[in-house]
């Protein structure tokens, strides 16, 4: 600075001021860097899921459809008089 100027120390109403401010804009900035990702979603991050989906249904696809499936006959239901036989 120049050697001739005098710093005044701040009053009473401009440090709440400055204080003021600078909560306002750290909450803003903290609510805006949570919010990013909703309102900006990565790209790379949906093409992944989708790659990811894609491939796991894939999968299942290729095990279910080698899978034999038996099927057998249910045994009729035993009633109370042919227990008693």
Do not use: W, Y
């Not at 400055?18 to 609510?31: E, P, R, Y």
């Not at 999968?59 to 249910?74: C, D, G, H």
């Amino acid at each position: 600075m120049f050697p001739s100027a005098k710093i005044r120390p701040l009053n009473h109403l401009q440090r709440q001021r400055i204080t003021s401010n600078l909560f306002v804009v750290v909450a803003l900035g903290a609510v805006l860097t949570v919010a990013a990702p909703t309102l900006f979603p990565c790209p790379a991050f949906e093409l992944n899921d989708k790659a990811a989906r894609l491939e796991a249904k894939r999968k299942l696809k290729a095990t279910t459809s080698n899978i034999p499936v038996v099927i057998k006959e249910r045994r009729p239901a035993v009633t109370s008089e042919e227990k008693e036989e």
